[in-house]
């Protein structure tokens, strides 16, 4: 019996604490609270981190993309052109119209090999109801380019279309205070996330600022840049299977030859008014390059410059007179001994050069041209010396091919006078600075009509230059007199081989 009672002795036996207390457990659960919100914020900012890298590396990925698409392009290119304003547009891409309500500003327009407009890169804000992040987009206007980097419509600029080409571009204005170390900054005014620096028309120093977009509405600036040059590789372009591609699809040119006689220190120069003529710079839209006046030049006339992207040089002996408030060159008129000794300098290459191309052995003679008569030089070696006995063009074009391959070099002895209304000089696989219009007689040399698209350097000791209407000028003019007005257009890329 005593075990039968030990048996239910512990059958009745209840230990002192059956559980938890109600506090135990509410202090156990705000731990365990504290310890996952500490937990679940870390993995939080483990993965907005995670997000944010992976945006700013896709974003840079693209802006380094388009950088570089950007960058083939131009190889592909004869010569770059700064944006100035609409008037030049409507000129050189007549089928391209911006679109409205966007902000949008052309930065680069691209002059390619048998291609009847220039393509044109611009930057715009995005519009309200696309589903991109903006605020800016860089866009391209040009002919089509297939899967295989062929463009499909070059000779057609009427099917054209506008195609974005990268997103996530910043919209801070440029500092005012920021200039271009070489070059000329394109666009000339109100340059944003997507500008450049051309130089002489074959350089350009591309600026892309990215703004990517993060998680909670934060942003990442990021900036890519890179210097590219037109013509650096030939395209040999076909009209129907031209191809962009990045890869060089020919031998690159060879160096100029070492008898290619040039202009001296005169290259320096965008205008050189010779010893002893008359300069007349009277209403431009644009003009980029130095300016000089040698020796006992009369220049009275000189104002209503609007982009004047330049260094005025006046020899101590020149009767130089000028409008302040709207002749004003970005580097400033030079007088003095400094400015004596360098357009004296310029002066006499200028005169002796003239003197030599004269003088050298024609490879091709050529009768006078006139309306209707298109015509086309075809390189023949590395240095072509044409011997032309005048030009009375009327919307005509003059057409320069450099053999595949090269870049080769054209002087142009012009026996008479020249006439140029609405015309064109086209060049196909050379470029402007390595052409020249040499005038050794006292020529009359008359370019009209906002139509004209002149390419090269004129050298008229001798001469009279008259240039005026806001045509396309790649080039120079070196000449005894010189008249220059009615918003004139005029970027340096003068004779340098």
């Not at 140029?420 to 005038?439: P, W």
């Amino acid at each position: 019996m005593k075990s039968l009672n030990v048996i239910r002795q512990f059958l009745k036996f209840k230990p002192q604490s059956a559980g938890f207390t109600l506090p135990e457990l509410l202090i156990s659960a705000g731990l365990m609270s504290v310890v996952i919100m500490a937990g679940g914020a870390g993995v939080v900012n483990l993965m907005t981190n995670q997000i944010n890298v992976t945006a700013e590396i896709e974003g840079r990925l693209e802006i380094d993309q388009a950088l570089n698409l950007i960058g083939d392009e131009i190889r592909q290119a004869i010569s770059i052109e700064q944006y100035i304003d609409s008037t030049q547009l409507a000129r050189v891409s007549p089928n391209f119209t911006l679109p409205t309500g966007v902000n949008g500003k052309p930065v680069l327009l691209l002059n390619l090999p048998q291609a009847q407009e220039k393509i044109i890169y611009f930057v715009a804000d995005k519009p309200a109801d696309a589903p991109w992040s903006g605020p800016q987009l860089i866009y391209r206007w040009g002919p089509a380019i297939d899967t295989n980097g062929q463009y499909s419509n070059l000779n057609d600029p009427t099917q054209w279309k506008i195609n974005p080409l990268v997103d996530q571009i910043d919209n801070a204005p440029l500092e005012d205070s920021w200039t271009c170390a070489n070059g000329t900054l394109t666009p000339s005014t109100g340059a944003t996330g997507f500008y450049a620096c051309v130089q002489d028309g074959k350089i350009a120093q591309l600026y892309l600022n990215g703004k990517i977009h993060q998680s909670k509405g934060e942003t990442a600036l990021y900036q890519a840049v890179t210097e590219v040059f037109a013509r650096a590789r030939e395209t040999n372009l076909d009209a129907s299977t031209s191809t962009l591609t990045s890869a060089p699809v020919s031998a690159p040119a060879p160096p100029p030859s070492s008898t290619t006689p040039s202009v001296g220190t005169a290259h320096e120069f965008a205008i050189l008014g010779l010893d002893g003529g008359n300069v007349i710079i009277n209403s431009s839209t644009s003009l980029i390059g130095d300016v000089g006046y040698s020796r006992n030049v009369t220049s009275l006339s000189n104002q209503k410059v609007s982009t004047f992207n330049s260094a005025v040089y006046v020899h101590g002996t020149a009767d130089f007179a000028y409008t302040d408030k709207n002749f004003i060159p970005s580097q400033g008129i030079v007088f003095g001994d400094s400015a004596d000794a360098k357009v004296e300098q310029a002066s006499s290459d200028a005169i002796a050069a003239s003197a030599t191309f004269a003088e050298m052995t024609p490879t091709e003679t050529i009768g006078a041209l006139g309306d209707g008569d298109d015509y086309t030089i075809e390189s023949q070696g590395d240095v072509n010396v044409i011997s032309l006995a005048s030009v009375d063009y009327n919307y005509d074009t003059l057409t320069l091919k450099s053999r595949t391959g090269h870049n080769d070099v054209f002087i142009i002895n012009v026996i008479g006078n020249f006439k140029f209304n609405g015309s064109t000089i086209e060049l196909l696989g050379v470029t402007a600075d390595r052409v020249i219009f040499n005038f050794p007689n006292a020529s009359d040399i008359m370019l009209n009509k906002d139509a004209n698209v002149f390419n090269g350097t004129i050298l008229a000791p001798k001469g009279n230059v008259e240039y005026h209407n806001p045509a396309t000028f790649n080039g120079a003019i070196y000449a005894k007199n010189i008249n220059l007005n009615s918003m004139f257009n005029l970027n340096k890329a003068s004779f340098n081989p």
